[in-house]
Protein backbone atom coordinates (compact mmCIF):
# COMPACT_ATOMS: atom_id res chain seq x y z
CA UNK A 1 0.00 0.00 0.00
CA UNK A 2 1.04 3.74 -0.25
CA UNK A 3 3.16 4.98 2.40
CA UNK A 4 1.16 8.37 1.73
CA UNK A 5 -2.40 6.99 1.77
CA UNK A 6 -1.60 4.66 4.76
CA UNK A 7 -0.43 8.05 6.64
CA UNK A 8 -3.61 9.50 5.43
CA UNK A 9 -5.52 6.44 7.63
CA UNK A 10 -3.36 6.38 10.45
CA UNK A 11 -3.84 10.17 11.26
CA UNK A 12 -7.56 10.23 9.75
CA UNK A 13 -8.36 6.95 12.88
CA UNK A 14 -6.02 8.96 15.49
CA UNK A 15 -8.54 11.92 14.98
CA UNK A 16 -11.50 9.90 15.16
CA UNK A 17 -10.38 7.93 18.20
CA UNK A 18 -9.55 11.78 19.73
CA UNK A 19 -13.08 12.29 18.97
CA UNK A 20 -14.34 9.32 20.81
CA UNK A 21 -11.88 10.16 24.15
CA UNK A 22 -13.77 13.20 23.60
CA UNK A 23 -17.64 12.14 24.24
CA UNK A 24 -16.49 8.96 26.22
CA UNK A 25 -14.58 10.95 29.18
CA UNK A 26 -16.40 14.18 29.05
CA UNK A 27 -18.06 12.71 32.57
CA UNK A 28 -14.79 13.13 34.16
CA UNK A 29 -15.34 16.84 34.34
CA UNK A 30 -18.91 17.42 34.36
CA UNK A 31 -21.04 14.39 35.60
CA UNK A 32 -20.57 15.77 39.57
CA UNK A 33 -21.41 19.22 38.63
CA UNK A 34 -24.41 18.23 36.30
CA UNK A 35 -25.89 15.66 38.67
CA UNK A 36 -26.38 18.16 41.79
CA UNK A 37 -27.81 20.98 39.60
CA UNK A 38 -24.79 23.29 39.64
CA UNK A 39 -25.09 23.90 35.61
CA UNK A 40 -27.17 22.09 33.23
CA UNK A 41 -26.13 19.07 30.75
CA UNK A 42 -25.61 21.42 27.47
CA UNK A 43 -23.68 24.24 28.97
CA UNK A 44 -21.67 22.13 31.09
CA UNK A 45 -20.45 19.78 27.93
CA UNK A 46 -19.92 23.04 25.89
CA UNK A 47 -17.98 24.38 28.99
CA UNK A 48 -15.51 21.24 28.77
CA UNK A 49 -15.14 21.84 25.29
CA UNK A 50 -13.64 24.75 25.07
CA UNK A 51 -11.58 23.86 28.14
CA UNK A 52 -10.52 20.69 26.71
CA UNK A 53 -9.20 23.04 23.27
CA UNK A 54 -7.51 25.40 25.50
CA UNK A 55 -5.79 22.35 27.31
CA UNK A 56 -4.44 20.81 24.30
CA UNK A 57 -2.04 23.54 23.64
CA UNK A 58 -0.63 23.82 27.60
CA UNK A 59 1.94 21.16 27.44
CA UNK A 60 3.04 18.23 25.27
CA UNK A 61 5.28 16.24 28.01
CA UNK A 62 2.42 13.07 27.58
CA UNK A 63 2.77 13.36 23.40
CA UNK A 64 6.65 12.92 24.39
CA UNK A 65 5.92 9.67 26.60
CA UNK A 66 4.07 8.15 23.63
CA UNK A 67 5.84 9.53 20.52
CA UNK A 68 9.36 8.39 21.81
CA UNK A 69 9.19 6.35 24.98
CA UNK A 70 6.83 3.03 24.87
CA UNK A 71 7.58 2.63 21.27
CA UNK A 72 11.45 1.64 21.17
CA UNK A 73 13.26 4.15 18.62
CA UNK A 74 16.34 1.87 16.48
CA UNK A 75 18.93 4.53 15.53
CA UNK A 76 19.01 2.87 12.16
CA UNK A 77 15.75 2.17 11.01
CA UNK A 78 13.88 5.02 13.08
CA UNK A 79 11.33 2.67 14.77
CA UNK A 80 10.85 -0.60 15.49
CA UNK A 81 6.78 -0.02 14.33
CA UNK A 82 5.32 0.41 11.01
CA UNK A 83 2.32 2.94 10.23
CA UNK A 84 0.41 -0.49 9.61
CA UNK A 85 0.50 -1.49 12.81
CA UNK A 86 -0.54 1.52 14.59
CA UNK A 87 -3.28 1.64 12.22
CA UNK A 88 -4.29 -1.63 13.74
CA UNK A 89 -3.69 -0.78 17.15
CA UNK A 90 -5.70 2.30 17.15
CA UNK A 91 -8.52 0.43 15.47
CA UNK A 92 -8.35 -1.44 18.69
CA UNK A 93 -8.45 1.20 20.92
CA UNK A 94 -11.70 2.54 18.95
CA UNK A 95 -14.00 -0.50 18.55
CA UNK A 96 -13.63 -1.11 22.40
CA UNK A 97 -13.77 2.78 23.41
CA UNK A 98 -17.17 3.05 21.36
CA UNK A 99 -18.33 -0.06 23.04
CA UNK A 100 -18.01 0.31 26.36
CA UNK A 101 -19.58 3.74 25.42
CA UNK A 102 -22.60 1.69 24.77
CA UNK A 103 -22.75 -0.15 27.81
CA UNK A 104 -22.65 2.89 29.46
CA UNK A 105 -19.32 2.25 31.22
CA UNK A 106 -16.18 4.76 32.20
CA UNK A 107 -13.74 2.59 30.96
CA UNK A 108 -10.09 4.54 30.19
CA UNK A 109 -9.76 5.77 26.67
CA UNK A 110 -5.83 6.17 27.30
CA UNK A 111 -5.48 2.28 28.37
CA UNK A 112 -7.27 1.30 24.97
CA UNK A 113 -5.01 3.50 23.09
CA UNK A 114 -1.89 1.70 25.03
CA UNK A 115 -3.31 -1.18 24.88
CA UNK A 116 -4.25 -0.93 21.07
CA UNK A 117 -0.69 -0.34 20.76
CA UNK A 118 1.15 -2.67 22.55
CA UNK A 119 -0.67 -5.82 21.35
CA UNK A 120 -0.49 -4.23 17.34
CA UNK A 121 3.27 -3.90 18.09
CA UNK A 122 4.10 -7.25 19.51
CA UNK A 123 2.28 -9.11 16.66
CA UNK A 124 4.22 -6.95 14.29
CA UNK A 125 7.41 -6.12 15.07
CA UNK A 126 8.07 -8.40 18.39
CA UNK A 127 8.21 -8.10 22.10
CA UNK A 128 11.37 -5.96 21.66
CA UNK A 129 8.95 -3.12 19.47
CA UNK A 130 8.38 -1.79 23.37
CA UNK A 131 10.44 -0.54 26.56
CA UNK A 132 9.06 -2.05 29.24
CA UNK A 133 10.60 0.35 31.55
CA UNK A 134 8.52 3.33 30.22
CA UNK A 135 5.17 1.45 30.35
CA UNK A 136 5.53 0.28 33.82
CA UNK A 137 7.05 4.09 35.19
CA UNK A 138 4.62 6.06 33.18
CA UNK A 139 1.34 3.67 32.71
CA UNK A 140 0.76 1.24 34.57
CA UNK A 141 2.26 2.47 38.14
CA UNK A 142 0.45 5.85 37.39
CA UNK A 143 -2.87 3.74 36.74
CA UNK A 144 -2.80 1.65 39.87
CA UNK A 145 -1.64 4.93 42.16
CA UNK A 146 -2.85 7.99 40.63
CA UNK A 147 -6.73 6.48 41.53
CA UNK A 148 -5.99 5.90 45.07
CA UNK A 149 -4.34 8.67 45.68
CA UNK A 150 -7.14 10.62 44.16
CA UNK A 151 -9.90 8.37 46.13
CA UNK A 152 -8.09 9.32 49.54
CA UNK A 153 -7.54 13.36 48.81
CA UNK A 154 -11.37 13.31 47.37
CA UNK A 155 -12.10 11.42 51.06
CA UNK A 156 -10.04 14.05 53.11
CA UNK A 157 -11.26 17.07 51.14
CA UNK A 158 -15.09 15.30 51.61
CA UNK A 159 -14.51 15.42 55.66
CA UNK A 160 -12.88 19.05 55.68
CA UNK A 161 -15.21 20.18 53.53
CA UNK A 162 -18.30 18.90 56.02
CA UNK A 163 -15.94 19.97 58.96
CA UNK A 164 -16.23 23.44 58.29
CA UNK A 165 -19.75 24.06 57.08
CA UNK A 166 -21.02 21.24 59.97
CA UNK A 167 -24.41 22.40 61.96
CA UNK A 168 -23.62 25.49 64.40
CA UNK A 169 -25.78 25.91 67.41
CA UNK A 170 -28.66 23.89 65.79
CA UNK A 171 -28.63 26.36 62.90
CA UNK A 172 -28.45 24.28 59.23
CA UNK A 173 -25.08 24.69 57.54
CA UNK A 174 -24.71 26.81 54.50
CA UNK A 175 -23.25 24.91 51.80
CA UNK A 176 -24.90 26.56 48.64
CA UNK A 177 -21.21 28.28 47.89
CA UNK A 178 -20.13 25.02 46.80
CA UNK A 179 -22.39 24.53 43.99
CA UNK A 180 -21.03 27.66 42.29
CA UNK A 181 -17.01 26.55 43.38
CA UNK A 182 -17.83 23.44 41.37
CA UNK A 183 -17.94 25.35 38.29
CA UNK A 184 -14.69 26.72 38.59
CA UNK A 185 -13.66 23.20 39.77
CA UNK A 186 -14.86 21.54 37.10
CA UNK A 187 -13.81 23.52 34.84
CA UNK A 188 -10.27 22.99 35.53
CA UNK A 189 -10.85 19.17 35.11
CA UNK A 190 -11.71 19.57 31.48
CA UNK A 191 -8.51 21.90 31.25
CA UNK A 192 -6.47 18.88 32.87
CA UNK A 193 -8.27 16.77 30.62
CA UNK A 194 -7.39 18.71 27.55
CA UNK A 195 -3.31 18.63 28.81
CA UNK A 196 -3.05 15.24 29.43
CA UNK A 197 -5.52 13.11 27.04
CA UNK A 198 -5.66 15.13 23.41
CA UNK A 199 -1.76 14.93 23.88
CA UNK A 200 -2.05 10.93 23.45
CA UNK A 201 -3.11 11.39 20.07
CA UNK A 202 -0.63 14.07 19.03
CA UNK A 203 1.96 11.17 20.26
CA UNK A 204 0.31 8.76 17.84
CA UNK A 205 0.21 10.97 14.71
CA UNK A 206 3.76 12.07 16.02
CA UNK A 207 4.97 8.17 16.18
CA UNK A 208 3.42 7.83 12.58
CA UNK A 209 4.86 10.44 11.09
CA UNK A 210 8.69 8.98 13.06
CA UNK A 211 8.25 5.62 11.62
CA UNK A 212 7.37 6.83 7.81
CA UNK A 213 10.49 9.08 8.01
CA UNK A 214 8.32 12.09 7.60
CA UNK A 215 9.65 13.13 11.16
CA UNK A 216 13.16 13.06 12.87
CA UNK A 217 12.72 10.48 15.66
CA UNK A 218 13.02 12.41 19.11
CA UNK A 219 11.53 15.39 18.15
CA UNK A 220 7.47 16.73 19.61
CA UNK A 221 4.33 17.46 17.54
CA UNK A 222 4.13 20.04 15.04
CA UNK A 223 2.16 23.00 15.59
CA UNK A 224 -0.81 21.67 12.83
CA UNK A 225 -0.86 18.15 14.52
CA UNK A 226 -1.77 19.34 18.22
CA UNK A 227 -4.35 22.21 16.31
CA UNK A 228 -5.97 19.63 14.53
CA UNK A 229 -6.02 17.15 18.21
CA UNK A 230 -6.96 19.73 20.41
CA UNK A 231 -10.06 20.14 17.95
CA UNK A 232 -11.36 16.92 17.42
CA UNK A 233 -11.72 16.43 21.08
CA UNK A 234 -13.28 19.69 21.67
CA UNK A 235 -15.87 18.53 19.12
CA UNK A 236 -16.27 15.19 20.87
CA UNK A 237 -16.53 16.25 24.44
CA UNK A 238 -19.11 18.83 23.27
CA UNK A 239 -21.51 15.66 21.90
CA UNK A 240 -21.88 15.06 25.34
CA UNK A 241 -21.50 10.85 25.95
CA UNK A 242 -24.59 11.18 28.37
CA UNK A 243 -24.54 7.36 29.06
CA UNK A 244 -21.10 7.44 30.56
CA UNK A 245 -22.35 10.82 32.24
CA UNK A 246 -25.14 9.62 33.66
CA UNK A 247 -22.99 6.37 35.77
CA UNK A 248 -20.51 8.43 36.66
CA UNK A 249 -23.02 11.28 37.86
CA UNK A 250 -25.20 9.19 39.85
CA UNK A 251 -24.47 5.70 39.28
CA UNK A 252 -21.40 5.53 42.09
CA UNK A 253 -23.02 7.74 44.50
CA UNK A 254 -25.90 10.35 45.40
CA UNK A 255 -23.23 13.69 45.05
CA UNK A 256 -23.40 16.67 46.62
CA UNK A 257 -22.36 19.93 46.02
CA UNK A 258 -19.72 19.72 49.13
CA UNK A 259 -18.22 16.46 47.86
CA UNK A 260 -18.77 16.99 44.16
CA UNK A 261 -16.57 20.17 44.71
CA UNK A 262 -14.15 18.17 46.37
CA UNK A 263 -13.87 15.16 43.96
CA UNK A 264 -13.47 17.75 40.99
CA UNK A 265 -10.66 19.28 43.02
CA UNK A 266 -8.76 16.21 43.91
CA UNK A 267 -9.36 14.84 40.01
CA UNK A 268 -7.69 18.04 38.47
CA UNK A 269 -4.60 17.98 40.91
CA UNK A 270 -4.05 14.28 40.15
CA UNK A 271 -4.17 15.22 36.52
CA UNK A 272 -2.65 18.28 36.28
CA UNK A 273 0.52 17.02 38.16
CA UNK A 274 0.54 13.80 36.01
CA UNK A 275 0.62 15.86 32.62
CA UNK A 276 3.58 17.94 33.87
CA UNK A 277 5.88 14.71 34.50
CA UNK A 278 4.70 13.39 31.31
CA UNK A 279 2.33 10.20 32.89
CA UNK A 280 -0.10 9.15 30.56
CA UNK A 281 -2.54 8.06 33.37
CA UNK A 282 -6.28 7.63 32.84
CA UNK A 283 -8.46 10.37 33.92
CA UNK A 284 -11.23 8.07 33.76
CA UNK A 285 -9.88 5.96 36.92
CA UNK A 286 -8.96 9.26 38.53
CA UNK A 287 -12.38 10.61 38.49
CA UNK A 288 -13.53 7.72 39.34
CA UNK A 289 -11.48 7.30 42.24
CA UNK A 290 -12.49 10.83 43.43
CA UNK A 291 -16.15 10.47 43.48
CA UNK A 292 -16.11 6.70 45.06
CA UNK A 293 -13.14 8.91 47.90
CA UNK A 294 -15.81 11.77 48.38
CA UNK A 295 -18.91 9.51 48.19
CA UNK A 296 -16.97 7.44 51.77
CA UNK A 297 -16.06 10.77 52.72
CA UNK A 298 -19.43 12.18 53.18
CA UNK A 299 -21.04 10.81 56.49
CA UNK A 300 -24.70 8.96 55.34
CA UNK A 301 -23.80 8.63 51.75
CA UNK A 302 -24.21 5.38 49.75
CA UNK A 303 -21.43 4.21 47.57
CA UNK A 304 -23.37 1.64 45.18
CA UNK A 305 -20.40 -1.08 45.31
CA UNK A 306 -22.11 -2.88 42.53
CA UNK A 307 -21.58 0.24 39.73
CA UNK A 308 -18.36 0.39 41.05
CA UNK A 309 -17.46 -3.49 40.15
CA UNK A 310 -18.50 -2.60 36.61
CA UNK A 311 -16.15 -0.15 36.12
CA UNK A 312 -13.28 -2.38 37.76
CA UNK A 313 -13.92 -4.75 35.71
CA UNK A 314 -14.01 -2.57 32.73
CA UNK A 315 -10.43 -1.12 33.74
CA UNK A 316 -9.08 -4.50 34.05
CA UNK A 317 -10.26 -5.91 30.88
CA UNK A 318 -9.62 -2.62 28.63
CA UNK A 319 -5.91 -3.20 28.29
CA UNK A 320 -5.54 -6.51 27.27
CA UNK A 321 -8.75 -6.62 25.00
CA UNK A 322 -7.71 -3.65 23.11
CA UNK A 323 -4.50 -5.16 23.38
CA UNK A 324 -6.03 -8.58 21.35
CA UNK A 325 -8.00 -6.66 18.95
CA UNK A 326 -4.87 -4.77 17.97
CA UNK A 327 -2.78 -7.51 17.59
CA UNK A 328 -5.55 -9.61 15.36
CA UNK A 329 -5.50 -6.20 13.35
CA UNK A 330 -1.84 -6.19 12.75
CA UNK A 331 -1.82 -9.82 12.03
CA UNK A 332 -3.96 -9.51 9.04
CA UNK A 333 -2.23 -6.27 8.28
CA UNK A 334 1.08 -8.58 7.12
CA UNK A 335 -1.31 -9.52 4.08
CA UNK A 336 -0.34 -5.73 2.85
CA UNK A 337 -3.02 -3.85 1.67
CA UNK A 338 -5.85 -6.29 1.33
CA UNK A 339 -5.40 -7.18 5.11
CA UNK A 340 -5.47 -2.59 5.75
CA UNK A 341 -8.65 -2.96 3.98
CA UNK A 342 -10.05 -6.01 5.60
CA UNK A 343 -9.41 -4.44 9.12
CA UNK A 344 -10.63 -1.01 7.82
CA UNK A 345 -14.12 -2.85 6.84
CA UNK A 346 -14.43 -4.87 9.41
CA UNK A 347 -13.82 -1.87 12.17
CA UNK A 348 -16.42 0.37 10.45
CA UNK A 349 -18.80 -1.98 10.65
CA UNK A 350 -18.15 -2.96 14.15
CA UNK A 351 -18.32 0.44 14.65
CA UNK A 352 -21.82 0.79 12.96
CA UNK A 353 -23.47 -1.69 14.72
CA UNK A 354 -22.70 -0.42 17.61
CA UNK A 355 -24.54 3.00 16.84
CA UNK A 356 -27.18 1.25 16.10
CA UNK A 357 -27.80 -0.69 19.28
CA UNK A 358 -27.08 2.71 20.48
CA UNK A 359 -29.85 4.30 18.58
CA UNK A 360 -32.54 1.45 19.71
CA UNK A 361 -31.59 2.48 23.49
CA UNK A 362 -31.08 5.69 22.88
CA UNK A 363 -29.81 8.01 26.04
CA UNK A 364 -30.08 12.04 26.10
CA UNK A 365 -28.72 14.93 27.94
CA UNK A 366 -32.56 14.58 29.51
CA UNK A 367 -31.41 11.24 30.78
CA UNK A 368 -28.79 11.81 32.73
CA UNK A 369 -29.66 11.37 36.21
CA UNK A 370 -32.82 8.95 35.59
CA UNK A 371 -32.88 6.10 38.08
CA UNK A 372 -30.17 3.86 38.79
CA UNK A 373 -30.91 0.40 40.32
CA UNK A 374 -31.02 0.14 44.09
CA UNK A 375 -28.69 -2.72 43.83
CA UNK A 376 -26.06 -0.50 41.77
CA UNK A 377 -25.42 -3.89 39.32
CA UNK A 378 -26.77 -1.71 35.83
CA UNK A 379 -27.60 1.78 34.76
CA UNK A 380 -31.22 1.59 33.68
CA UNK A 381 -31.43 2.65 30.18
CA UNK A 382 -35.12 2.80 28.66
CA UNK A 383 -36.03 3.10 24.85
CA UNK A 384 -37.94 5.51 23.77
CA UNK A 385 -40.97 3.26 23.23
CA UNK A 386 -40.33 2.21 27.05
CA UNK A 387 -40.31 5.46 28.45
CA UNK A 388 -43.88 6.30 26.09
CA UNK A 389 -45.15 3.43 27.99
CA UNK A 390 -43.84 4.53 31.49
CA UNK A 391 -45.43 7.67 31.50
CA UNK A 392 -48.66 6.92 30.20
CA UNK A 393 -48.68 4.38 33.18
CA UNK A 394 -48.00 7.03 35.35
CA UNK A 395 -50.47 9.39 34.03
CA UNK A 396 -53.26 6.56 34.42
CA UNK A 397 -52.17 5.68 37.92
CA UNK A 398 -52.53 9.45 38.80
CA UNK A 399 -55.95 10.06 37.37
CA UNK A 400 -57.07 6.54 39.19
CA UNK A 401 -55.51 8.51 42.36
CA UNK A 402 -57.73 11.18 41.67
CA UNK A 403 -60.66 9.61 40.93
CA UNK A 404 -60.46 7.31 43.98
CA UNK A 405 -59.86 10.64 46.41
CA UNK A 406 -63.20 12.24 44.92
CA UNK A 407 -65.18 9.22 45.48
CA UNK A 408 -64.17 9.41 49.48
CA UNK A 409 -65.13 12.68 49.59
CA UNK A 410 -68.38 12.94 51.63
CA UNK A 411 -71.57 13.86 49.92
CA UNK A 412 -72.64 17.63 51.56
CA UNK A 413 -75.86 18.15 48.70
Not at 92 to 101: E, K
Not at 269 to 297: D, E, P
Not at 379 to 408: G, H, T
Request: proline fraction near 3%; charge should be positive; glycine fraction near 12%.
Amino acid sequence: MDLTLIVVLVIALALFFDFTNGFHDTANAMATPIATGAITPKKAVALAAILNLVGAFLSTEVAKTISGGIINEDPTTGVQIMPEMIFAGLMGAVVWNVFTWLLGLPSSSSHALFGGLVGAAIVGAGFGAIDYGVLLSKVLLPALCAPLIAGISAYLCTKLAYSITKRQNGASPKRGGFRYGQIFSSSLVALAHGTNDAQKTMGVITLTLVASGLQTAGTGPHLWVVATCAIAIALGTYTGGWRIIRTMGSGLTDVKPAQGFAAEVSTASAILTSSHLGFALSTTQVASGSVIGSGLGRKGAEVRWGTAGRIALGWLFTLPAAAIIGGLAAWLTHTGAVGVGIVAVVGVGMLLLFWYLSRKNHVGHEDTLSDIDNSGAAVNILSKKERRARAKAEAKASRKAAQEAMDKEPDNS
